[in-house]
């Protein structure tokens, strides 16, 4: 990912998909375009889940438990307005 977002949420109360959600929404309020793609850790994904709505979602070790990389991937042809 070229442009993205590193977002921690730690309530425990919230399941994945609300998590994705809310970061998603924060993503498009910041930077006026929907992200497309959600790294994460392989922790927090059910088998098989690869899609929360247009959203991609992609395993990544690298991404700490509670942690959610948002945004467009490097090879997407329209880029987000940073502000």
């Given at each position: 990912?070229?442009?993205g977002?590193l977002?921690?949420?730690?309530?425990?109360?919230l399941?994945?998909?609300?998590?994705?959600?809310?970061?998603?929404?924060?993503?498009?309020?910041?930077?006026?375009?929907?992200?497309?793609?959600?790294?994460?850790?392989?922790?927090?994904?059910?088998?098989?889940?690869?899609?929360?709505?247009?959203?991609?979602?992609?395993?990544?070790?690298?991404?700490?438990?509670?942690?959610?990389?948002?945004?467009?991937?490097?090879?997407?042809?329209?880029?987000?307005?940073?502000?």
């Open positions: 990912m070229e442009l977002e977002f921690y949420i730690a309530d425990a109360r399941n994945l998909e609300e998590r994705v959600l809310w970061a998603a929404g924060r993503y498009q309020k910041k930077y006026g375009q929907q992200p497309t793609l959600c790294m994460l850790h392989p922790s927090l994904l059910k088998a098989g889940q690869k899609h929360l709505g247009r959203l991609r979602l992609e395993a990544k070790k690298s991404v700490l438990p509670n942690y959610l990389w948002i945004g467009v991937p490097a090879d997407a042809k329209i880029k987000p307005l940073v502000r």
